[in-house]
């Protein structure tokens, strides 16, 4: 099986040669990279990256923020340079502004101010910082720049932190395999496995990214999943799992279930009505609210809004990010609730016919109510494809 670095951009220079000189565009594009490894190992923390160069632009170091409550980027990438009088003049660059505040480290502004370096270029900002940080480091003659290069790679670092941070709720993916006309699973049920190996693996790099897996009643019937992560490094990492079961219907299946051979039970969440009684099977169940607020075209027996469950995710399960797994009932309501950010579509290149389709809950009247979707990537994996969009 040929092997892939998943989101990898081009390795440019030589990060581990001192001496290397790198642009102002390189050294950031190899700080993104660095950002990239703390990747899953983060959260609630957005991943960070740092590369600092002496005053004639050369390599000095690199780092990253590898865990959350360990060192961050600038501090890690600080610490492996042992002749400290090589910053004199320096350059700093590092994907998102540095932190003023003590939190669980003290805040690297003021452990960057104590080193002469000349200027520091961030990629981006964090909310409600008022970059408190930047102009700290100003005030202390540090010139500072805000990178003009590699923008969207910046935001997609932190998108999940920024969104559930500005907006109090988590951030939602779609996480769908199809094959190119849009199945899912076969009329039987069947779905397994529509992707080759290498897509199904990679999606497990994607898992790794999320806090929590959220999948609709069906799919926890008919495909018993384990949704845990069988990559490493992740292979320990522990993954929460939201189920929408509006009815409460799925308890007595759910303690006899592959997810629960994987995780702990309080891991789990079942999302239920709020007529549902509490079970006393220990099961977290979290009741919702019905909605009334939805179209008269759907059937509203069940429903319940998608943004309030959002909100108590964050809020209560410090959820910062969920990943939506199906099926299909489950994907066109996100769609409809216009409550989801972002899309990845695994497509295989097969023609499956009639079946599930993974939007066929979706309806609109003209075809100006489509959903036009932004910064579309396509990315081959083996003989598959996959789509990412933003909403
Ligand atoms: N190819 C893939 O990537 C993939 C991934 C996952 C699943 N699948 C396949 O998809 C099929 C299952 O899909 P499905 O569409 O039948 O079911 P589903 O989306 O898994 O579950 C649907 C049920 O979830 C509950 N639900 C979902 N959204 C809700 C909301 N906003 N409010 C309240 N309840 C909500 C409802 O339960 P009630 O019925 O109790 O109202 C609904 O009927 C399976 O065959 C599975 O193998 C394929």
New binding site residues.
């Given amino acids: 099986m040929k092997t892939f670095l998943p989101w990898s951009l081009k390795i440019i220079g030589n990060p581990g040669r001192d001496n290397v000189v790198l642009s102002p565009r390189q050294a950031m594009q190899l700080a993104i990279k660095e950002a990239e490894k703390g990747f899953g190992f983060v959260e609630p923390n957005p991943p960070v990256g740092c590369v600092i160069l002496d005053s004639e632009y050369r390599f000095l170091s690199s780092g990253f923020h590898a865990k959350y409550g360990g060192d961050h980027a600038e501090v890690s990438a600080l610490k492996k340079i042992k002749d400290k009088s090589r910053l004199k003049g320096g350059h700093v660059f590092i994907t998102l502004e540095p932190c003023h505040h003590k939190g669980k480290t003290p805040p690297c502004s003021l452990e960057l101010a104590k080193y002469p370096i000349q200027s520091l270029t961030y990629g981006t900002e964090e909310p409600f910082t008022n970059k408190k940080g930047l102009n700290y480091l100003c005030e202390k003659g540090i010139d500072i720049v805000r990178s003009i290069d590699f923008q969207k790679e910046l935001e997609a670092l932190v998108a999940p932190f920024k969104f559930a941070t500005l907006n109090k709720k988590s951030f939602v993916s779609l996480?769908?395999?199809?094959s190119l006309d849009g199945?899912?699973?076969?009329e039987?049920?069947?779905?397994?496995w529509?992707?080759g190996e290498s897509a199904r693996k990679h999606a497990h790099f994607l898992r790794a990214r999320y806090s929590a897996i959220l999948?609709?009643?069906?799919?926890?019937?008919?495909?018993n999943?384990q949704l845990n992560i069988r990559v490493e490094p992740f292979k320990k990492k522990k993954n929460k799992v939201v189920?929408?079961?509006?009815?409460g219907?799925s308890f007595s299946f759910l303690l006899q279930s592959n997810l629960l051979k994987v995780r702990a039970l309080e891991d789990v969440i079942v999302?239920c009505?709020d007529k549902v009684k509490k079970n006393t099977l220990g099961i977290n169940q979290l009741s919702?609210p019905f909605t009334s607020s939805h179209s008269k075209s759907v059937n509203i027996?069940?429903?319940?809004?998608?943004s309030p469950?959002l909100e108590i995710l964050y809020r209560e399960e410090q959820i910062q990010s969920v990943l939506v797994?199906?099926?299909?009932?489950?994907?066109?309501?996100?769609l409809r609730?216009k409550a989801a950010q972002k899309l990845y579509l695994?497509m295989a290149p097969k023609i499956i016919g009639k079946g599930?389709r993974?939007s066929?809950?979706f309806k609109i009247g003209n075809l100006s109510q489509s959903i036009n979707l932004q910064s579309l990537k396509i990315i081959p994996i083996e003989d598959d494809y996959l789509l990412e969009v933003s909403f």
Avoid at 243 to 247: G, K, Q, R, S, V
Avoid at 325 to 334: M, Q
């Fill in positions: 996480k769908i395999a199809s199945t899912t699973a076969l039987t049920g069947e779905s397994q529509i992707t999948i609709g009643f069906n799919t926890l019937l008919k495909d999943p189920i929408l079961d509006p009815e219907k999302c009505l919702l027996k069940h429903r319940f809004s998608l469950l797994e199906g099926g299909a009932f489950c994907w066109s309501e996100f609730q695994y599930l993974w066929d809950h």
